[in-house]
């Protein structure tokens, strides 16, 4: 049992796996070496000091084992298994998604908390001279999203120049629900994820002073189908914008979204744990570990 005045903090997004990367190239590039700790002592600060959880991400089909290695000590850590829509993933879908489905059975039950993160974008950047296979990027998403329904798993959707291909496949799997993770939409395209049963989630872009548009897409949210994130190392909130986000920096995000929604913040951080309790099945509250 964790008693502590301080927030009740969930990230429902990170990419625990990726930190140590990014910290040596920033340190390099700024010429600071030294000044991050490494990611396993980071994220035993942040237990220490009661932080709630964090929801680690996968994107690569073989990435599962090796993140489970790293992190499945601690009990405030949670996974979720998935193939982000790159070239590669695409043009090996069928192989990809069936290796992914073994690594997931091959894992202690209660671990894995979602298939995710996958999806459309339409935004990355490719070879000179290729293009992106957009039937195959579909099909893999139709792929996993079966795989969530059999599973009986909810899923995390990533969605880039993408909202209305998005919201068409996912509609076509109304047995599965989710999470539209890093939302880089309008309050129109949260009215028709909502529709669909999903919930939304911010991460520390929703900071930035160009943002307002998803400011005023996270007002339109219903408290109970919030989420916050980091989607560490990426998209570190403002004033840490340009550094490694980790997964700490999300109080950021919490105190920009309990001052647009006018509730305090110790209210905000126990209705975002029930929200991933109701949504990954996690045995969440401000006292109790997962």
Known sequence: MIVSKK????????????????????????????????????????????????????????????????FSRFERVRFSAGLWPDPKNIAGRRELVAQLEAHIAAVPAGLVVAVGECGLDHHQELPSGTALDKAGETELLEMLLDLAGRLRLPIIIHSRDAPEETAAVLARHSEVHGVIHCFSYGKEE?????????????????????????????????????????????????????????????????????????????????????????????????????
């Open 7 to 70: 927030p009740f903090l969930i990230d429902t997004h990170a990419h625990l796996s990726m930190l140590d990367e990014f910290y040596v190239r920033f340190s390099t590039q700024q010429r600071t070496p030294g000044e991050f700790p490494g990611t396993e002592a980071l994220i035993n600060g942040l237990f220490t000091e009661g932080f709630g959880g964090i929801l680690d991400i996968g994107t690569q089909a073989g990435d599962l084992p090796g993140r489970i290695a790293a």
């Open 190 to 290: 949260v009215r028709k994820f909502l529709d669909l049963g999903y919930y939304i989630s911010f991460a520390g872009n929703v900071t930035y002073k160009n943002a307002s548009n998803l400011r005023e897409a996270l007002l339109f949210v219903p408290q109970d189908r919030l989420l916050l994130e980091t989607d560490s190392p990426f998209l570190a909130p403002v004033p840490h914008r340009g550094k490694p986000a980790n997964p700490g920096m999300v109080v950021e995000n919490y105190v920009l979204a309990a001052e647009l929604c006018g509730i305090g913040l110790m209210a905000l951080g126990e209705r975002i744990a029930e929200n991933a309790e109701s949504l990954f099945r996690l045995a969440l509250s401000p006292h109790n570990a997962f």
